[in-house]
């Protein structure tokens, strides 16, 4: 793994390895992700993932209140 990957959150494409960047206000929003490399198109089934999207929802929000208080308190 390369730093750059270390740094920017993402997946591994099942199909190539290939790093795919993405973060969680984009998969909350996108109907998929595209792998830079082999351009495989992965969609999130948003019936079957009900429950991780809530979560990731919920961390997302905890995410940005952070943001807010930390660059209030600067």
Known sequence: M???QQKTPGLNCPKCGAF?????????S???LRCPQ????LTINLHES???MEILKNVDEAQ???KKATSFQR
């Open 64 to 66: 940005q209140n952070l």
């Open 2 to 4: 390369n730093s750059n």
């Open 50 to 52: 009900k429950r991780a």
């Open 20 to 28: 795919i960047p993405t973060s969680i206000s984009e998969l909350l």
């Open 38 to 41: 082999c351009h495989l198109v």
């Open 30 to 32: 996108a109907s998929g």
